[in-house]
């Protein structure tokens, strides 16, 4: 087994780790051909990461022109503690105005452990201004450097 194969997460190993994470840098191609990366608060719905932004915003932008992205997810501080999860798939723009109430109240619920009902109706006045990115995975990549067991 060579080192890639000893460090990458199993499937349930990258959900546990997804469903743990705070934010993913979301990646997109700007119009000159560069990266365009910014940290994102995120769902998954369905099995299928999903955020929710404002229309006009430049991941969007970027996203119609060429919905090739990657998702990225990290942690760890030293060498040996370093995890990560990069998804490599297309971008899915969907204008629906339940779907990114969905997105917003359930990181509503994740980021600021609030999950009054009241805050629905704001969330979904937010919602009417954003829309809803889903990211379909083609690739994903995983490592996990503890399982080296300190050897590397």
Request: glycine content about 6%.
């Amino acid at each position: 087994m060579n080192r890639r194969q000893q460090i990458a997460m199993t499937a349930q190993e990258q959900q546990d780790f997804l469903a743990a994470a705070r934010t993913l840098v979301l990646s997109s191609i700007d119009s000159r051909g560069y990266p365009h990366a910014v940290a994102m608060w995120f769902s998954t719905i369905g099995g299928l990461v999903h955020m929710a932004t404002f229309r006009k915003s430049q991941k969007v932008l970027n996203i119609r022109r060429n919905p090739r992205v990657s998702l990225l997810a990290e942690s760890g501080a030293k060498y040996s503690e370093l995890r990560g999860l990069m998804i490599r798939g297309r971008a899915e723009l969907v204008e629906d105005l339940d779907l990114c109430t969905a997105i917003l109240a359930d990181i509503q619920s994740r980021y600021f452990d609030a999950t009054d009902p009241s805050v629905r109706d704001a969330l979904r006045q937010q919602a009417a201004k954003r829309v809803a990115i889903r990211v379909h995975p083609e690739r994903v990549t995983s490592w996990d450097h503890s399982k080296l067991g300190g050897a590397y």
